[in-house]
Each structure stands twice: as C-alpha cells, then as structure tokens.
C-alpha cells in the first residue's frame, strides 16, 4: 500500500544529480602548490598568483589528483579515458577572479575523466542499478559568504583559500524517480568515496549538489547548491511540490536556474538557465593533454581496498551474517574495520558472538554516535571493548539490559571490568537472593498477581517489577521461572 501510493506520487518524476566533491585528502590545490585546507583558516591566506588568477601565471597539474580522479572511477566501474584535455568554463562572477573556472568538457573534442559507470541502491528491499553519465575534475572557485540569506544579503565576501581546491564532479544520469532514490544514491556514493580515501565528506563543505528535476513532458528546473547530502531529499521534495502545484493551475513551467535556501527551505528562481553556448567552452591552452596509461591505472587499481559491494558479500561467507546486516555494516569504512578487528581480535568467537557484535555495533553504538553527532574514530571505544562486553554477558556476569547502561562510559574508554566494578551492577544469579526479592514484589502488587488468572500478560508486569528493583541486575530467566513457582501457589 506504502509502496503503491508513492510510486503514483512520484512516477512521473525525472531526477539527475551532479555532485561536486572536495578532494579534501590532498594536501595542495589542483594547479597550484597552496595549502588544500583553508576550513577554520584566516581568509585569503592559501592564495597565489596561479589560484588567483594573475596575469601571466600558468598552472601546473597536481598529479595526486589524477590519481584520486582515478581511484574513483574504477570504484565506480567507469571507463577510464585515456588522455584528457582541461577547458575554459567562461562566466563572470566573484567567485572566479580570472573570470574563468578550468574544467573539462566532453564536447568540442574534449572528454570527460571517465565515462559511464554505475551505482546500485536498495529501497523497499528492491535492488536497482543508477547509471552515471560520466566523472570530470575542475577546480573549486573561491568561498562566497553571503550576510544572511543569499537573496537578501546587502554585500558578499570573498575568501579566496578555497579557490583551486580540486572538485570531481560525478554526473548522473537522469535515471532517478524520487527523492528517496536520490537519497539511496548518495548514501551509497558516500561510502564509495569513503572507501577509495579521497575525501572526507563529514566535514563542513565538502559536497555540493546540483539536482535537474522535472515532471515528464515539461521544462526542468536545476537546483543549485544544495550543500549537503542531507539536504538533497528535502530539497527535491520540496521542488517536486512547486512543480506539481504549477501544473495543476493550469500554468507552464520554464527551464531556470533555482537556489536551494536552507535557512527558508524552499527552493528561489535566480535567473532564467543559462545555455551551454553561454560558457563560450574553448581548450584551455596554459596546460598539456594529460595521459593515463593503462601501466598507472593497473598500480592505482593495486592499491585499492576492498569496496563496500565486495565486502558486504565476504561478510556473508566470513561471519555468515544476514545480507541486510552485512550491507549496512559496510556502509560505513570505519564501522566495518571496526567490526572486523574486534570479530578477529577473539579466537573464541563464532557465529553467535559475530551477530551480537554486529547487533551491538548497529544498535546501541551507532544510536550513541548518531545522538552526539559523533564518529566512532573520533571516540576512544576499542574492538576489544565490545569484545570484553560481549563476552562478560555470555558468560552471565552482567545481563544485556545491564551492558546497555554501560555505553555511556564505553565511549569514553574505561574498561568494562571497572565500569561493571564500579556500577556495583553485575549480575544476580543467585536463587535465593531472587525468591526475597520476588517475595516482596508480589506482597507489594496483589491486585497484578490477582489479575494474573484472567490476563497472562501480568507475569511480564511482575518480573518487571523486581527488574526496576534492582536495576535490571537480576538473571531474567531465573526470575521468571521463580515467579510463576509463586504465581502457581
Ligand atoms: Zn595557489
């Protein structure tokens, strides 16, 4: 029914993304040998003539980013093509002090880095496999900071340190239909990238999304600047609704250029689009074509690691995990490194304890993360942490609503013998501590245990109650049993 009813609200919708991103792993800017980080850096620090755009200064290619570019797109099985040349994308704005962006251009005899390549997503537990268009580098121009919002703000400062940071920028085709697909695509992207270690797309900045969106048989619109990943969803929803409700008025739609406002959240007509032919696209004659060998690709392909896909189905075969559990442990490079240090680092372990670990790594771990808006690197929880854990509740030392309690402190390092030592909350085991407690219980809640012949459900309220006695400590299946002994007197 869900499922339905979003298929007619979206199947008429047609989404292709274009996602700029930062290689923010590289220590110097695409053409120049300035500082590649200028986050948190005094403004129009990291500049020189070349990222300035002086007359009379020439660039020179930054090999390393010709290496990431290629990282990428054999992880996203695109055609690598074998030389490329760099274009002039000419358009005036403050930006782009030499009033030019140099990029790459698959027309006019030029081509992109790579061409083609895929993504494959998973919604509604249905497989589907996003093709891409192709991936290009081009330089990043400088930082605008707008006072307030950007159509409003009286006057823009410039910051030049990010001018020249080298952006890949990935095309897809426009083979989305909503904007969950959307969101799929770009998780999937994201960890992709995390993988090939060319950027760090957690921090501030480091992704920009263009989204084409229209409704079949009429004009699109583009949303520019979508500046995060999380954003993308809310801002296509959001499009997709101004389309639609034009449409129904009985008015058309023309082709623009849009400006995603995430203070506001809604999307502003800028101007009417500007077509390709405004861009005056011309070789760019200050660098040479660059080559790829089939020699270099064949070393960067050496010294990839494993990708998600590949690793999700070794998962399946190495700790005989579930497909979905496997495929959203991989998701995250850190998480699933995580995982396999701690699974590996215990002899002992077996396909029991390679569940719990997942289940506790995705659980209380990841819901921990995700409410400090924290990564599990920058926490000092270790693999051997959990392992310790896992094995003090297997072998009845602590029960697993007890080991809960704990994750605050876990986070912050300490031990779990001294967490456990100090809580004073190991585990209650002995039957006759038990029976006192349920003795009292029951004295104290006769109208439950009076209850219990017409509604069985008030056993669960009772072993709950010596539960929150005793903070959880006690064994849940000792307690039962002893309860229902009393239940039946
Ligand atoms: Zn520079």
């Known amino acids: 029914m869900e499922v339905n009813k979003m298929n007619s609200k979206y199947e008429d919708v047609i989404i292709g993304l274009e996602v700029h991103i930062q290689l923010t ?22 500049v020189c003539p070349i990222c300035l755009g002086l007359p009379g200064s020439l660039p020179v290619i930054n090999k390393i980013s010709v290496e ?3 990282r990428l797109a054999l992880a996203l099985g695109c055609d690598i093509n074998e030389s490329f040349w760099f274009f002039r994308k000419n358009y005036f704005y403050p930006d782009m002090a030499k009033n030019f962006q140099i990029s790459q251009y698959n027309k006019a005899g030029g081509r992109a880095f790579a061409d083609g390549g895929k993504i494959t997503i998973k919604l509604n537990s249905k497989k589907k496999e996003l093709q891409l268009n192709r991936i290009h580098l081009e330089e990043d121009p400088a930082r605008l900071v707008h006072k307030g919002s950007i159509a409003t703000s009286p006057y823009a400062l410039v910051d030049y340190n990010r001018s020249g940071v080298t952006l890949i920028e990935i095309v897809s085709d426009p083979v989305m239909n909503s904007p969950e697909e959307a969101r799929e695509y770009l998780k999937q992207l994201k960890s992709i990238v995390q993988y090939t270690e060319i950027s760090d797309l957690d921090l501030d900045g480091s992704c920009r999304v ?11 619109s583009e949303v520019k600047n979508i500046n995060s990943f999380k954003e993308v969803e809310r801002a296509l929803k959001w499009e997709i609704q101004r389309q639609k409700n034009l449409l129904k008025r009985g008015k058309e739609l023309i082709q623009e250029t849009r400006h995603w406002d995430d203070k506001r959240r809604v999307t502003i007509g800028l101007r009417t689009k500007e077509f390709e032919k405004d861009y005056r696209y011309f070789p760019e004659q200050d660098l040479v074509p660059i080559e790829i060998t089939k020699d270099f690709i064949e070393q960067v392909k050496k010294k990839l690691p494993e990708m998600p896909n590949a690793r999700a189905k070794r998962f399946q075969k190495d700790y005989q995990l579930s497909e979905f559990d496997s495929e959203i442990l991989v998701l995250d490079k850190d998480i699933a490194d995580f995982y396999e240090n701690g699974v590996k680092s215990e002899k002992s372990f077996g396909p029991d304890e390679y ?38 509740i297997n072998e009845g030392e602590i029960t697993g609503k007890i080991a809960k309690t704990f994750v605050n402190e876990m986070m912050k390092g300490t031990p779990i013998l001294e967490i456990v030592k100090k809580s004073g909350k190991s585990r209650i085991a002995d039957k006759n501590k038990i029976t006192k407690i349920v003795e009292e219980v029951i004295k104290e809640n006769r109208d439950i245990v009076n209850d219990y012949q017409k509604n069985p459900r008030a056993l669960e309220a009772l072993i709950g109650k010596c539960m929150k006695k005793t903070k959880g400590q006690l064994d849940p299946e000792i307690t039962r049993k002893i309860v229902l002994e009393f239940l039946k007197k």
């Open 25 to 46: 792993n590289l220590k110097t800017k695409l053409f120049c040998s300035c500082n590649n980080e200028y986050r948190g850096k005094e403004p129009n620090t990291h």
């Open 210 to 220: 263009d989204a084409n969106i229209s409704i079949k048989g009429h004009a699109r």
């Open 355 to 392: 569940k719990q670990y997942c289940n506790w790594l995705m659980g209380d771990i990841s819901r921990w993360l995700n409410e400090n808006n924290n990564v599990i690197k920058e926490t000092k929880l270790t693999p051997k942490h959990l392992v310790d854990l896992i094995k003090l």
């Open 68 to 70: 990431f570019a290629t």
